[in-house]
């Protein structure tokens, strides 16, 4: 059986692909990243916001254009939120739903009663992690949130909270590096919920991970700013522990927060952020900011712009509110117009570009190691793209005789390249320093 897997959305959905992927492999069948020579396509949906809704169902519109014959799986938020509207309009041949998640190549191959491969076509498949052109791994920790941010549709559609004992992820990175993964990230809806059950906390986890792990480096995926324990910044002692967090603050305004029954307060978010800079060597953050949250003032968005800008992020993940049906802000009054969004949304990009390259042109001249993760978009083949420890994005020029790909290169870092989102990185003899 060829099986084609698509993903949308966060993180987590990326995680829980590739864990697919290996299980079907072991059952023999081959992962493939055609959907047209496909038997069976999987498709793991999104519902953050209206349109991660409207492009899910694009995507399932084009996976069954695109190969009619092939049987097509659904899960994922929006398969939870709307599974039976979805199944009735999207033709689809099996749903499911996120509690179900962890078994659903079980449930698949009992549906459809899939045969395994021979030993022989086995032993051709690629390893789905690089059949996708990813180099780095995510891995699943942790599933659900029991916070209920005014805003937030995920918490319905994934459930209680629920973390994966120490010792399995343990056991799936080691899996992972012996498989040339060079990297990964650790993920969760709620991952500062870690070990809420009995399991520890997520500063016991990252210890076990690195002290029963040989992966070179690992990430932490989005993690809410109220989370962190007071032991937290000792961990990045260890260097594999990479200095970049993406912190979701959300709102720059403290009554936004509040109508967003957020946990954390712009002076909170910023002791934290000064923390993490005086304790970790190269800290970069990231964040999310929600545009147009309902009842946002002029004075409230002033407010975001100064205080975001007072941070220095160096990417902004920027999201339109959209209301989402059975969230408390979609019944807040006076919901702010597309065209307020709209130009709020402008004003916060050309300021996020703006911090990006103060922040990049302050790394210009150091040297530090990138994981280069392939070619960079149509580019020539001599040039390469990859990432920093803190997550600084840099294009690199290698002769096109040799293939970095997954390969950790030391780069000094020369300029800030003139698309502006990007260092370019030369490579340099071991002998200079930084």
């Not at 147009?292 to 160096?314: D, H, K, N, R, Y």
Request: aromatic share 6%; hydrophobic share 40%; proline share 4%.
């Amino acid at each position: 059986m060829r099986v084609n897997l698509q993903a949308l959305g966060c993180r987590l959905n990326e995680a829980e692909l590739q864990t697919w992927a290996r299980q079907l492999q072991g059952q023999g069948h081959l992962v493939t990243a055609d959907p047209e020579a496909a038997d069976l396509v999987v498709v793991n949906t999104c519902a953050v916001t209206a349109e991660a809704v409207r492009k899910s169902r694009k995507l399932l519109r084009r996976a069954r254009r695109a190969n009619p014959g092939a049987r097509l799986v659904v899960s994922g938020c929006l398969a939870s939120l709307e599974g039976n509207a979805l199944a009735r309009a999207q033709d689809i041949d099996l749903l499911v739903l996120n509690r179900d998640k962890d078994r659903l190549v079980t449930i698949t191959t009992q549906a459809f009663d899939l045969d395994a491969m021979t030993q022989g076509t086995l032993e051709q498949a690629t390893d789905p992690l690089f059949v996708r052109g990813r180099q780095r791994a995510f891995v699943k920790v942790q599933d659900g949130c029991r916070h209920r941010c005014t805003f937030c549709i995920v918490t319905l559609a994934r459930g209680e909270e629920r973390s994966r004992p120490i010792a399995e992820v343990v056991e799936e990175i080691n899996r992972l590096g012996t498989e040339g993964v060079k990297e990964v990230v650790l993920t969760g809806v709620h991952l500062g919920g870690y070990g809420n059950e009995g399991r520890g906390d997520l500063s016991t986890l990252i210890r076990a991970v690195l002290a029963g792990t040989d992966m070179p480096r690992i990430r932490m995926g989005s993690l809410e700013p109220w989370d962190l324990s007071a032991g937290f910044w000792e961990l990045f002692a260890d260097r594999r522990l990479m200095s970049h967090l993406h912190l979701p603050l959300q709102s720059g305004s403290d009554s936004v927060l509040r109508r967003m029954a957020r946990r954390c307060r712009t002076r909170d978010f910023a002791r934290l952020t000064e923390t993490a800079r005086k304790r970790v060597a190269d800290f970069n953050l990231t964040t999310d900011i929600i545009v147009g949250f309902p009842g946002e003032t002029q004075a409230e968005w002033q407010q975001t712009l100064s205080f975001v800008e007072s941070l220095g992020c160096s990417h902004l993940h920027i999201f339109a509110y959209s209301p989402r049906a059975g969230t408390k802000a979609a019944t807040m009054p006076g919901q702010v117009g597309d065209r307020i969004k709209k130009d709020r949304s402008r004003q916060l990009h050309a300021l996020g570009r703006r911090m990006k390259r103060e922040i990049l042109e302050h790394f210009v001249g150091r040297r530090l190691p990138v994981l280069v993760e392939g070619h960079y978009g149509d580019s020539p083949e001599s040039e390469w793209f990859g990432y920093t420890p803190n997550y600084l994005p840099v294009r690199v020029g290698i002769d096109a005789a040799e293939d970095p790909t997954n390969r950790i290169l030391d780069l000094r870092l020369t300029a800030v390249h003139e698309d502006g989102e990007h260092l370019v990185g030369k490579r340099t003899p071991f002998d200079i320093t930084a």
